[in-house]
Nanobody
Framework: QVKLVESGGGLVQPGGSLRLSCTAS???????????WGWFRRGADAAREFVAG???????TYADSVKGRFTISRDNTKNMMYLQMNSLKPNDTANYYC????????????????WGRGTRVTVSA
């Protein structure tokens, strides 16, 4: 069993920055360090969108809409993942969800077995 908890969301002005965190509480034979992390978001149109992913060996992948602005990272010693978001835009406004799964393609939502409840990011003046 794995529980994921996101934090770090909030209200920020356009051009600002936020850092999201996700913590995994683990009671499973799977070791978090052997799993891939992903960030997904769901905006006003309610469609789930891939944002960023990082594999067990730290290969990173990003949605085109966030490349150059967002950075995903992981800390296996703490069972945590981070999303540094810079140069935020109003259309980044969404609920952001972290996900964890045994996959080499963390950009695919169905490859993740565990999901957090989300944290809200609002980008507005």
């Amino acid at each position: 069993q794995v529980k994921l908890v996101e934090s770090g969301g909030g209200l920020v002005q356009p051009g600002g920055s936020l850092r999201l965190s996700c913590t995994a509480s683990v009671r499973t034979v799977d070791r978090v360090e052997s799993l891939a992390w992903g960030w997904f978001r769901r905006g006003a149109d309610a469609a789930r969108e891939f944002v960023a992913g990082i594999t067990w060996d730290s290969r990173r992948t990003y949605a085109d809409s966030v490349k150059g602005r967002f950075t995903i990272s992981r800390d296996n010693t703490k069972n945590m993942m981070y999303l540094q978001m810079n140069s935020l835009k109003p259309n980044d406004t969404a609920n952001y969800y972290c996900a964890l799964g045994r996959t080499d393609t963390p950009n695919i939502a169905t490859n993740h077995r565990w999901w957090g409840r989300g944290t809200r990011v609002t980008v507005s003046a």
